[in-house]
């Protein structure tokens, strides 16, 4: 009797651990895509993503750059001081996009070029996303929103 109690705990135990792994093997495969990594412009610049890559980028959209081609397509170049990276773009802009602005795109460096998926950009005239500051105080061209007001 006792045999057969140790057995059963051992053979429950061994299913749980399976049921385990397997568990933690689907959520990893399911969140494969999910997770979007940010990079800077310089950062893209020393260790290229591969095509397949997708992740987001961010920076200030660099003046006189912004260019409107054939329907819907959009593109223009966004820096963090270090680098330039081309940007492309097909859909609608949000209402704050502009150049010398911060934003963040979502998408795949293919040839040169991040071809972006998602645009999003800042919702007021203070905001800038933590990654995109980060970035910039990084390259040194980082100013505090009241600097940047003073001089005007």
């Known amino acids: 009797?006792?045999?057969?109690?140790?057995k059963r705990r051992i053979q429950i135990i061994v299913v749980a651990f399976v049921a385990l792994a397997i568990s933690t093997a689907l959520i990893g495969y399911a969140m494969r895509d999910g997770i979007n990594f940010f990079?800077?412009?310089?950062?893209?610049?020393?260790?290229?993503?591969?095509?397949?890559?997708?992740f987001r980028m961010g920076g200030l959209v660099e003046e006189g750059s912004l260019r409107r081609g054939e329907g819907k397509t959009i593109s223009f170049s966004v820096t963090d001081g270090g680098a330039t990276i081309p940007v492309t773009?097909?859909?609608v802009l949000p209402d704050l996009f502009g150049e010398g602005e911060g934003m963040i795109?979502?998408?795949?460096?293919?040839?040169?070029?991040?071809?972006?998926?998602?645009?999003?950009?800042?919702h007021d005239e203070t905001y800038m996303p933590?990654?995109?500051?980060?970035?910039l105080k990084e390259q040194g061209v980082y100013q505090e929103p009241d600097a940047k007001d003073s001089r005007s």
Do not use: C, H, W
């Not at 990079?39 to 997708?54: D, F, G, K, M, N």
């Open 39 to 54: 990079r800077s412009p310089s950062q893209i610049a020393a260790e290229p993503p591969t095509e397949r890559e997708v």
């Open 1 to 6: 009797m006792r045999g057969l109690k140790k």
């Open 89 to 91: 773009f097909t859909g």
């Open 130 to 135: 933590k990654e995109v500051v980060d970035a």
């Open 105 to 122: 795109g979502t998408g795949r460096y293919v040839n040169g070029v991040f071809e972006a998926s998602e645009i999003l950009a800042k």
